[in-house]
């Protein structure tokens, strides 16, 4: 039986899933983006049932953990359209926050190479306490670190759905293979054939004459 190396590849690679997503919720956790937190949170458990359903041989549980990276590659693909502003998305809408805040990206100001700062505005009628952020020097825009962090939860998400399903094709190959031998033979298997028959003796109902 492959199962020990099965399971070994699959624990490799449940281990790059949650890195990945856990890195991933700590940004979006910064820049108060809950509609990512929300899918990150749910690819963090899924990932930990999709791994116990291959210790503990649960064929189901990889079933759904193949569903939801379907769903979780589609929500990927979604925000690389959002970031890029394709099909009429708008990176400056606050989508990605439920419209409950304003808040952005936490790359928008804290990328490599950003240079933060605070300009207090000077025009009459403005509250003391109200500042502007400016931003420059950035060595790579937000919108593309957003961008590349949905591609790279893209490509393991492919990863593990192809392996989830060779995974599920094997275990079924053995459930099979296993209900078949025990079909063929079943006392061999489940009890052993009993080759003498105990005998016991049978009182007379009456008495010969």
């Known amino acids: 039986s492959g ?14 899933l949650q890195l990945a997503a856990l890195e991933r ?13 929300l899918g990150n949170f749910l690819q963090i458990i899924v990932v ?13 549980y990889i079933v759904v953990y ?3 990276t379907a769903l979780w590659v589609t929500w990927n693909v979604f925000i690389i359209c959002f970031y890029l502003e394709v099909g009429g998305l708008s990176k400056e809408t ?12 936490w790359w928008r100001e804290h990328g490599p190479g950003c240079v933060r700062r605070v300009v207090r505005p000077s025009s009459p009628g403005v509250l003391e306490d109200y500042s502007y ?4 020097g950035c060595i790579i825009d937000f919108q593309y670190l957003e961008v590349i962090h949905s591609a790279i939860q893209i490509l393991l998400s492919l990863i593990g759905f192809v392996y989830a399903c060779y995974v599920i094709s094997i275990f079924m190959e053995e459930e099979d293979s296993f209900d078949f031998i ?12 009993q080759e003498h028959v105990e005998l016991k ?8 004459l």
């Open 48 to 60: 930990i049932l999709g791994l116990f359903g291959t210790i503990q041989f649960r064929p189901r």
């Open 94 to 105: 606050d989508l990605m926050t439920f419209n409950i805040s304003m808040h952005r990206s």
């Open 133 to 136: 952020v400016s931003v420059t």
């Open 25 to 37: 919720q700590i940004f979006d956790f910064l820049g108060f983006q809950w509609a990512p937190i």
């Open 66 to 68: 193949t569903v939801w």
């Open 182 to 193: 025990g079909g063929l033979d079943t006392y061999s298997y489940r009890q052993p054939p």
């Open 3 to 16: 199962q020990p190396i099965i399971k070994k590849w699959m624990f490799c690679l449940c281990v790059f």
């Open 201 to 208: 003796p049978v009182k007379p109902v009456g008495k010969v």
